[in-house]
């Protein structure tokens, strides 16, 4: 366990180091005077209060903040504008349900991220858990009303008057706002339709920036480098056997999904790999004491199984589409026809279940499509099922990948 804490304390360690991404951009003052230069693209997943900003790539950073600004933005992709809105900020978990129906408003001064430009512009703020929208067309900024709610007889309920909301204000021919739901996706599409719809031509979806696909599929290919050892744990006869390291072939496959958040630096991924270990040694057997002198036992550890890796990634974007990137997993293993037979001795064992253990890597992927990855496994503890006996089995892997899509 102190070896699987050490690897997950450096993972978060290694992906501390931070990686700046300035990019073309802007704000406008409080005296509404238009400042071009360079942000830090942070992909905010809540609403920022604050960004930081270069006049060129080689002048100081400066913090800008909601004080200071009316609105901020990166070319093509980001805006927000700074508003004074009322905002419900009632619980939508259960358990803190209001029991009021209607929204309880309160005037703030936000950081509004512009989701949809055109006859009507659509605005999203992000706080934890709390999603609210906003409208506006050919007036003020105003609040898409929605709430759950817990009735007198302990019901949840729905207060969705953002639908009185686009059927009254928001309307155009064979454009219904049903089964509109109070998401980014929904809304986003209902406004995009409404402002083609009233325009006849397409409007500014910011939402659309970031075409990267989401989800890949990876082959895998590699050397693994394993060696094992096996003894008696304190109290019984102080059999070891030491198995010297050892190359295989690795085989698998890894499918990979980007999480919106962050720029895509941050994915989950889901791997089955194939591995497997053959060892074959004559140990020296000095606790048979019925028999004078040396007696040498052959031993043999056949070990192969399927290696499920669920874990985290987190990519530095380089140059030319490459990048390199840090990962970590945790690993259930599944033997195959797996044992441990000694020569002569009863304690031959069935390998039918292991400890879960953790691995830690670095790589490096160029153009998008072809990988390199170096990967260093915990302990393992092959004998999980006997009691009596300790193992240790433990790898270090070079793995190949190409991605398929």
């Known amino acids: 366990m102190k070896k699987i804490a050490t690897a997950i304390l ?11 991404k300035f990019e073309k951009g802007y704000y406008i003052d409080n005296q509404g005077i238009k400042i071009k230069g360079f942000i830090n693209n942070e992909d ?18 400066l913090l800008k903040n909601i004080e200071s600004i009316r609105e901020f933005g990166i070319h093509g992709k980001i805006k927000y504008v700074k508003v004074t809105v009322n905002i419900d900020r009632s619980s939508s978990k259960v358990g803190k349900l209001s029991s009021l129906r209607t929204s309880e408003f309160k005037e703030e001064k936000l950081l509004l991220k512009v989701l949809v430009e055109g006859s009507a512009n659509l605005y999203s703020y992000t706080e934890n858990d709390l999603n609210r929208y906003f409208y506006k067309k050919d007036e003020s900024i105003k609040p898409l009303e929605y709430k759950l709610y817990i009735t007198s007889s302990g019901s949840i309920a729905k207060n969705r008057n953002y639908l009185f909301e686009l059927k009254n204000k928001l309307t155009c021919k064979n454009l219904s706002s ?60 102080n059999d070891k056997m030491f198995f010297d390291s050892e190359t295989g072939l690795v085989f698998g496959a890894e499918i990979e999904f980007l999480l919106p958040i962050k720029n895509n ?18 140990l020296l057997d000095d606790f048979d004491l019925t028999t004078p002198g040396d007696i040498y036992k052959n031993t043999v ?31 259930s293993d599944f033997p195959l026809r797996s044992s441990v037979y000694v020569e002569g001795k009863r304690n031959n064992f069935d390998i039918e279940k292991t400890e879960i253990n953790l691995m830690i890597g670095m790589g490096t992927s160029i153009y998008k499509k072809y990988s390199i990855e170096f990967r260093y496994y915990t302990n393992r503890d092959i004998l999980a099922t006997y009691s009596g006996w300790d193992s240790n089995f433990n790898s270090f892997s070079i793995l190949f990948g190409y991605q398929l899509f």
């Open 44 to 61: 905010w997943l809540n609403n920022p209060k604050s960004f930081k900003f270069k006049s060129n790539l080689t002048s100081k950073t």
């Open 178 to 237: 049903k089964g509109v739901n109070y998401t980014k996706s929904s809304l986003v599409k209902y406004f995009i339709n409404f402002n083609d719809c009233v325009e006849h031509k397409s409007t500014k979806n910011y939402t659309k920036s970031n075409n990267e696909k989401k989800l890949h599929l990876r082959s895998k290919i590699g050397i693994n480098f394993s060696k094992g050892r096996i003894s008696r744990i304190p109290g019984f006869n």
């Open 301 to 331: 550890l056949k070990y192969s199984s399927i290696e499920l890796s669920i874990g985290a990634k987190h990519y530095f974007y380089l140059k030319n589409k490459s990048n390199i990137f840090f990962n970590t997993a945790l690993i």
């Open 10 to 20: 450096l993972f978060i360690g290694l992906n501390t180091i931070g990686q700046t």
């Open 265 to 282: 630096k941050w994915a989950l991924f889901l791997e089955p790999i194939y591995r497997s270990y053959n060892a074959e040694k004559k």
